[in-house]
């Protein structure tokens, strides 16, 4: 098992770190945090610019970037406001060694990978929000978006080695305002967003805030289209001097099209759709709710009980592409008609506390988390006549198959408890450190109601571990290193119907962060290592998930952001990754490259803000993206070609509450493929589109 091989490396690191003769004389004293400028950026708030400075994500105590043994991405919402997008995938763009795999058709953020490792994890304020298949996260919620790199499961519990996506949402100001923007772009694409946030007494002891959108968007690809209501009302309240509650919520109504691309290398344009336009659109509902309430015992130590609870439903029928016939210009087609529901509760209670022992000043962490997800899904495949259509000379309307019915349905449960402990060390005001661990015991059950496949039912203990120390060379300059686990149950029926053997993985990883031009500009350069057993992957024979066997990673990656100048902010990445197959079988051989990981890609984006004058307050930028080839399909030569696009932008104040803006994307109108889950289920990119705004601080 991967975890096994951490033991060592771990033991020689909490070593080092309870050996006080890697201790100084001098020491760092801890005073508290008093907040008295505006100019303090809290880990949960909005960020001035493209530059962070701290986080939550890596440690969930508010903590200084540059004090942390791990690479973080920071993105804050400002980037997307000035991209003009709406997509959390846009803005990963800018996390390093981010890529795009399968979307679900269109309906969901279903799959991504981080450093070569896919996965549908994503967390949004430390809680997992991406059981089931919840639509999209939605931008007008988003404060900004948080990419830990490496394993993580010390701290989230069961995740993937490659990291791990943690999104920060908008939370309740004491200053009352009112924020809105309305968006209209190419294909007849609509959205309006607002943003209200009001304190509810004088004292400003409670606070509340509601985020509201609307979108219509049509699409490049014919007959594709998308609706969307969200709606996420917030509020603080400061039940007493040293007690805080917040509750946050959201509501998502959301229906699009079913749309799984085009037949890759055919010729066909990137605009016909496979798909039949009677089918009608998915339907994706999606509640969610959570309350924390946080209490300080004293100066020194806090108590924290958060609870989160969601709910979702997918439902809708659609006709999806197939195999290429022999004569090269029809496809076989399948009629599928689903149905999806879930349900997912989780509660924390953790304490935090500052103590001393001997010359070392300890931050520690105590937690306790219990989940318990169910999903209830059909999915039902109708047989009888050939169900064809011509990729290049598209005749829709053709009768639906009636004939025979087959599919999967079946209930899924996984109860998991966990407790897990981090203890965060200063040595000497040069050497930090970070030693993590959490146990996790977690149930999976799984009914199949079809009769054809035994009952499923698992269950499994995992210690999980982290360790890692930050050493600071000089004020601006310090280097890190770390080692970590992971663990992850894998959920569903293979092609045998029998559920699948949990995931477990190790990384490295050692870097350097810098903090450069009078801090304006922070970097973050880091080589890393992971492997990964019992990976999933896509059987191309059955289209079903299958196990792979063992996969490894290796590469470098480098973040940069910053103000360089009162005018100028930047925020960029470059990523080299080596992600393959390390024992594989004759589906997928080994040293097959990992689906949809590029080796080489990079983006930056610049904006340029006048400062004085009649244009002050307004701005112009670029943005530039390059992704290498990718392999299309697992275990095949089948590969997706490098491509890059070139995004212009510019934003007209013309007033303090009234700012015009122009975005122009994809400049060269670049012709490419963003993803594929096979040959025939390959995504196109959009081509060059624009989009206007209009924003208003009522």
């Keep these: 098992m991967p975890s096994r091989k951490f033991v060592p490396l771990a033991g020689l690191a909490l070593g080092l770190l309870l050996d006080p003769a890697y201790a100084e004389e001098n020491t760092l004293e801890l005073d508290p945090i008093s907040v008295t400028s505006d100019a303090y950026e809290s880990a949960t708030g909005p960020v001035k610019g493209y530059r962070a400075t701290r986080s939550a994500s890596a440690t969930k105590t508010d903590t200084a970037l540059r004090d942390i043994p791990q690479s973080i991405s920071v993105i804050p919402a400002t980037v997307l406001k000035d991209l003009g997008s709406n997509s959390v995938e846009r803005a990963l763009d800018f996390a390093g060694g981010v890529s795009k795999q399968n979307n679900f058709g269109g309906l969901t953020l279903y799959e991504y990978s981080v450093r070569g490792f896919t996965t549908s994890e994503f967390y949004q304020d430390g809680f997992s929000a991406n059981r089931g298949y919840p639509s999209t996260p939605d931008t007008a919620n988003i404060e900004r978006i948080e990419v830990l790199k490496g394993p993580a499961a010390s701290l989230y519990g069961r995740g993937d080695p490659g990291g791990t996506v943690n999104i920060v949402t908008k ?33 400003g002891r409670v606070l509340s805030r509601v985020n509201l959108a609307v979108e219509d968007n049509h699409s490049f690809r014919d007959h594709v289209d998308a609706k969307r209501v969200f709606v996420a ?106 149905s999806t529901g879930w349900h997912d509760s989780i509660t924390q209670l953790e304490l935090r506390g500052l103590f001393d022992i001997g010359s070392w000043q300890h931050e520690l962490l105590v937690g306790a988390e219990y989940e318990d997800y169910r999903k209830k899904e059909r999915v039902t495949t109708v047989g009888g006549s050939r169900y064809t259509i011509d990729i290049h000379n ?178 960029g990445a470059l990523a080299y990754i080596d992600a393959e197959v390390t024992q594989g079988d004759k589906v997928i051989p080994t040293g097959s490259r990992i689906l949809g990981v590029a080796k080489h890609s990079g983006s930056l984006l610049g904006v340029y803000e006048f400062q004085d004058g009649a244009w002050r307050g307004s701005d112009l930028g670029a943005a530039f993206t390059y992704v290498g080839d990718r392999s299309g399909e697992a275990g095949t030569g089948f590969q997706l070609p490098a491509y890059h696009t070139v995004d212009l932008l510019a934003h007209y104040k013309a007033t303090e509450n009234v700012t015009v803006g122009l975005n122009l994307n994809n400049l060269f109108d670049e012709k490419y493929y963003e993803r594929s889950y096979s040959r025939y289920w390959a995504n196109p990119g959009e081509p060059r589109n624009f989009t206007v705004s209009l924003t208003l601080n009522l």
Excluded: C
């Design 171 to 203: 939370k309740p100001q004491p200053e009352a305002f009112t924020t809105l923007q309305s968006n209209a772009g190419s294909w007849d694409r609509y959205r309006t967003a607002l943003d209200v946030n009001t304190p509810l007494d004088s004292e």
């Design 233 to 338: 009302p917030s509020f603080s309240w400061q039940l007493a001097p040293d007690t805080h509650l917040l509750v946050e919520s959201e509501f998502v109504r959301h229906s699009s099209t079913f749309d799984r691309g085009v037949i890759a290398n055919t010729g066909m344009s990137h605009s016909t759709f496979l798909g039949e336009p009677n089918d009608g659109n998915i339907r994706n509902h999606n509640n969610r709710i959570q309350a924390a309430l946080e209490h300080h015992l004293n100066d020194a130590w806090k108590l924290r009980l958060a609870s989160h609870y969601k709910q979702g439903s997918l439902w809708g029928d659609a006709s999806e592409n197939r195999a290429l016939n022999a004569n090269g210009h029809t496809i076989d087609r399948r009629y599928r008609e689903r």
């Design 394 to 571: 598209p005749i829709y309307g053709k009768p639906k198959p009636n004939g025979e019915r087959t599919g999967t349905d079946f209930f899924e449960q996984v109860k998991s408890q966990a407790l897990n402990l981090q203890d965060q060390i200063i040595f000497t005001d040069r050497l930090r450190g970070m030693v993590g661990a959490r146990f996790e015991h977690f149930e999976q059950s799984i009914n199949d109601f079809t009769g054809k496949a035994p009952q499923g039912r698992q269950t499994h203990d995992a210690l999980t571990q982290r360790a890692g120390l930050l050493y600071q060379l000089t004020p601006e300059i310090g280097v890190f290193a770390n080692a970590s686990t992971s663990f992850k149950p894998n959920n569903g029926l293979g092609a045998s119907g029998k559920s699948f053997k949990p995931e477990e993985g190790v990384g490295y990883e050692v870097g350097i962060k810098s903090e450069l031009f009078d801090d304006r500009l922070s970097t973050t350069l880091a080589a890393f290592h992971i492997e990964k057993e019992n990976v999933l992957t896509l059987d191309p024979a059955t289209n079903l998930n299958r196990a792979m066997g063992k996969a490894r990673s290796q590469g470098f990656d480098l973040q940069v952001t910053g103000q360089v100048t009162d005018a100028i902010r930047v925020i």
